[in-house]
């Protein structure tokens, strides 16, 4: 089995501790490779490598803002080159479609490209200040060592929405990933040193939360917790970063709504929502997992989303023919189970699915069936609770005000869906739902381009877009007298 040493300063070491932890592929319920499972001890190691490394004088910090971003623009080129590799890994460990992952290689350095672009672009202003005789300007600084954490899901992308415009900031890193898929980040950190960073510019550190998730986020070194996971766990790292006064980027979970409206084109509306909950096995943040349908075309919505969710091809990830893969955990797979078990018990319809899959296909690989409840209540806990699985509850509703009221009436808002051809309504809807992102007649689309984060309980921050970039940056105020006439020193100049 492959044993994985951890990124410290450069140096690929062993544990202090001298522990391993088994990493499963999940399209076998197998074990393939060994994970370093990090202690206090490595926390603090990469902490110190990352805080040299922000020094002042490190060549981190010396090198012009343009080096700097071609450093980041080339770690874009090295990812692009080994794409192949770093989605196979993936797929093995994370049981992500490898068509899926292949896709996302071949995007994520779009967003090493866009950041490390912005490197040399970061600019202060001059104020034209108001006190006689003073220059005023102001300077856009990097915060210093940020601690990157990452969830199991899409992990390298979710990761590079951190990394990109962090380090083109001038910041350094601890990543730590998920202990569900950290094989995937410590062989993209085989690429940051033949990209050019310097040693301790990014250090990755693997293990589980439970062990080191405090002493990263409450080390007193650390300036930013940039954090993507379950919004449960995001609470417990909001608190112990408040106890710093960190800085916070939290990306967290949804319960998002996909409305079809009785002008929407059928076929279209019900790819997209198809799109919107078995893409990725369900597994992704942006899940719209309430599918919110008009009542006059429910019936026939229905019928059809039966149609085409019945013949999604699963089976190995690695195939590029499978459509849904299997659940990436354990864990994870009987959290799946018991929700559909709880729907039912609900008093809601299963319409599709609602067992773990029996076919030959699946292997002995933790997979669920396309799962479909229709006769869902907006109370009912399937409708507000983050499953994150294959699992869709189908709400009707009477009209837009009713459709806007059960798309809001959650603690979530990451994301929603519109479907319409009425013109109104495609620029009504959007400014009406609590939503970080709206998709009108289409779904999960992200670029490096457009900001992405939670309303309420999904987050605080935006990642991806210009505005990413000032998550990793903190602006000084200086102040020069330029005449030389010191004013009386027990007033407010
Ligand atoms: P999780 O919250 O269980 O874990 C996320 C990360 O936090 C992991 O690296 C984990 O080891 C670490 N962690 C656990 N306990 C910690 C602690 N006490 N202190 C610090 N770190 C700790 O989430 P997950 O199951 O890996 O991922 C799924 C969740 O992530 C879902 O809720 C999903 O919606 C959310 N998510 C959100 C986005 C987004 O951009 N909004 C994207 C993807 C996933």
Known sequence: MEKYKLLINGQWLEPQSGEWFETENPFTGQPWAMIPRCGKAEVDAAVAAAKAAFHQKSPWRTMTASARGAIVRKLGDLIAANADHLASIETRDNGKLYAEMRGQLGYIPQWYYYFGG?????????????????????????????????????????????????????????????????????????????????????????????????????????????????????????????????????????????????????????????????AATGQTCIAGSRALIHKSIHDKFVEKLLAMASQARMGDPSQMTTQVGPITTRPQYRKVLEYIEIAKQEGAVCRLGGTPAARPECGTGWFVEPTIFTGVKPTMRIANEEVFGPVLSII??????????????????????????????????????????????????????????????????????????????????????????????????
């Open 118 to 278: 912005l490197a040399d672009k970061i600019e202060g202003r001059v104020i034209p200040i108001d006190k006689p005789g003073i220059f005023n300007y102001t300077r856009e600084e990097p915060l210093g060592v940020i601690a990157a954490i990452t969830p199991w899901n899409s992990p390298l992308m979710l990761a590079t929405w951190k990394l990109a415009p962090a380090l083109a900031a001038g910041n350094t890193i601890v990543w730590k990933p998920s202990e569900f898929s950290s094989a995937s980040a410590l062989e993209m950190g085989r690429l940051f040193e033949e990209a050019g960073f310097p040693p301790g510019v990014v250090n990755i550190v693997t293990g589980f939360g439970s062990d080191i998730g405090e002493p990263l986020v409450t080390h007193p070194d650390v300036a930013k917790v940039a954090f993507t996971g379950g919004d449960k766990t995001g609470e417990a790292v909001y608190g112990m970063a408040a106890r710093g006064i960190k800085k916070v980027t939290l990306e967290l979970g949804g319960k998002s709504a996909n409305i079809v409206f009785d002008d929407a084109s059928m076929d279209d509306a019900v790819k997209g929502v198809i799109s919107g909950i078995f």
């Open 396 to 493: 009707p509703f009477e009209d837009e005000d009713e459709a806007v009221e059960i798309a809001n009436n959650t603690i979530y808002g990451l994301a929603a869906g519109v479907w319409t051809q009425s013109i109104q309504r495609a620029l009504s809807m959007p400014a009406r739902l609590e939503a970080g992102t709206v998709w009108v007649n289409t779904y999960r689309a992200v670029s490096y381009m457009s900001p992405f984060g939670g309303f309420k309980r999904s987050g605080i921050g935006r990642e991806s877009g210009l505005h990413a970039i000032n998550e990793y940056l903190q602006t000084k105020s200086v102040w020069i007298d330029i005449v030389g006439n010191a004013p009386n020193p027990f007033v407010m100049r």
